[in-house]
């Protein structure tokens, strides 16, 4: 039930959702993880992939990338948007990515950028089982994790970073780096908003 309520809450707010998303380059959204990502191309999964601005990003960057998005909104702008940027574009979500997986897809790296709050408590055990499972060996999965309130109409759910950390580790991934920052939108920051970036490695 929360899923589909956020979903349905991005979709009303996405006019006003893409024009503050826009506004924002993947590189000034990603810097706490830049040094992060891999220097060699590979096959990317970015989870909740919004406009697409991220993937786009790794895509101009010679990755091969599946965009990962359950709000028609988003698919819909992203896809015509980076329509010159090679980009697969999958209605999806979790716990489950059903589609994912049922295609069989793994990835050297997978994306989780503002998603995981919506994720409800119980759902999150199999989320990151699902997450770990779409690895390739020596892959890495990059995820930030929202402290604060959310927006009206899109319900999130707190997280504690050591069960988030033990949780992978439980999934066979390896903590690599932990990061606290303030964010970066300014509604958000206003609000008390804050985020921690874990980098884990399969």
Request: charge should be negative.
């Amino acid at each position: 039930m929360a899923r589909s309520e956020a979903i349905a809450g991005y979709q009303s707010a996405a006019p006003e959702l893409i024009e503050r998303y826009e506004a924002l380059s993947a590189e000034e959204v990603l810097e706490p993880v830049l040094p992060f990502f891999p220097s060699r191309a590979g096959r990317v999964l970015d989870v909740g992939a919004g406009t697409g601005r991220n993937a786009a990003w790794f895509a101009g960057q010679g990755h091969r990338v599946v965009a990962c998005e359950p709000v028609e909104a988003f698919r819909k702008y992203g896809s015509a948007r980076y329509s010159d940027h090679t980009i697969q574009w999958v209605d999806d979500a979790l716990p489950g990515l059903d589609a994912i997986t049922a295609a069989g897809f793994n990835f050297n790296l997978v994306l989780l950028s503002a998603v995981w709050q919506h994720v409800a408590p119980g759902d999150r055990p199999p989320a990151m089982a699902c997450l770990g499972s779409v690895l390739r060996a020596g892959g890495s999965l990059v995820m930030s994790v929202r402290h604060g309130p959310g927006a009206a109409g899109r319900p999130v759910f707190e997280s504690d970073d050591e069960e988030t950390v033990s949780m992978a580790r439980a999934n066979g991934l390896a903590v690599v780096s932990l990061t606290q920052t303030e964010s970066i939108q300014a509604q958000n920051k206003a609000a008390g908003v804050t985020w921690s970036w874990m980098v884990f490695n399969a």
